[in-house]
T-cell receptor, first 116, second 112 residues
Framework: DTAVSQTPKYLVTQMGNDKSIKCEQN?????MYWYKQDSKKFLKIMFS???????INETVPNRFSPKSPDKAHLNLHINSLELGDSAVYFC???????????????FGPGTRLTVL | EDQVTQSPEALRLQEGESSSLNCSYT??????LFWYRQDPGKGPEFLFT???AGEEKEKERLKATLTKKESFLHITAPKPEDSATYLC?????????????FGKGTKLSVKP
């Protein structure tokens, strides 16, 4: 009965590789997000999708590309991985858009990405 | 620029020793202030949402309050299982495209 799930939990890869992280939510929410938490534990928004439509796209390198096949899934693909991409990536979901009334966000367990 | 500042960065309490965590914010128009708890190796767990000054919410030993400039998370008679990092976030629909802006968190340790 997991609400927001992510795979894999750990990802270790070499610089220059391409990798994907998958996220699924079974809460029936309309909006999903990707966050990056750096080594200082600072959590920052990367992308947000509402009903498969991109609504927030923060200043992140275009090596990062989100893809939402349906409103229950939001995947993150990263091309040409760099050392600085090492971080924990969290997926989250909320019922409404950020400006809506039901905007509490529920987070997945995170994916720890290590680029060597 | 929107800012969220949490203090202290770390707090050590003895079991039963009540205290408060602070979250001060500067946003152009507050649409909500959120408190989360994060345990090591896990995602943030939603605790509370506060929308207007004067609002208060409680859950077990936790009580969150909100003024026009800051929010407090009061912990009454904490237990070791309350040890975690507590994150504050604000939603400023006007200035940040509706993004949640997180503070850096307060790491709480409660010793038995």
């Amino acid at each position: 009965d997991t609400a927001v799930s992510q795979t894999p939990k750990y990802l270790v890869t070499q610089m220059g590789n391409d990798k994907s992280i998958k996220c699924e939510q079974n809460l029936g929410h309309d909006t999903m997000y990707w966050y990056k938490q750096d080594s200082k534990k600072f959590l920052k928004i990367m992308f947000s999708y509402n009903n498969k439509e991109l609504i927030i796209n923060e200043t992140v390198p275009n090596r990062f590309s989100p893809k939402s096949p349906d409103k229950a899934h939001l995947n993150l693909h990263i091309n040409s991985l760099e050392l600085g991409d090492s971080a924990v990536y969290f997926c989250a979901s909320s019922q409404d858009r950020p400006g809506g009334h039901r905007n509490e966000q529920f987070f997945g367990p995170g994916t720890r990405l290590t680029v060597l | 620029e929107d800012q969220v500042t949490q203090s202290p960065e770390a707090l050590r309490l003895q079991e039963g020793e009540s205290s408060s965590l602070n979250c001060s914010y500067t946003v152009s128009g507050l649409r909500g202030l959120f408190w989360y708890r994060q345990d090591p190796g896990k995602g943030p767990e939603f605790l509370f949402t506060l929308y207007s000054a004067g609002e208060e919410k409680e859950k077990e030993r936790l009580k969150a309050t909100l003024t026009k400039k800051e929010s407090f998370l009061h912990i009454t008679a904490p237990k070791p299982e309350d040890s975690a990092t507590y994150l504050c976030a604000v939603l400023d629909y006007g200035g940040s495209q509706g993004n949640l802006i997180f503070g850096k968190g307060t790491k709480l340790s409660v010793k038995p």
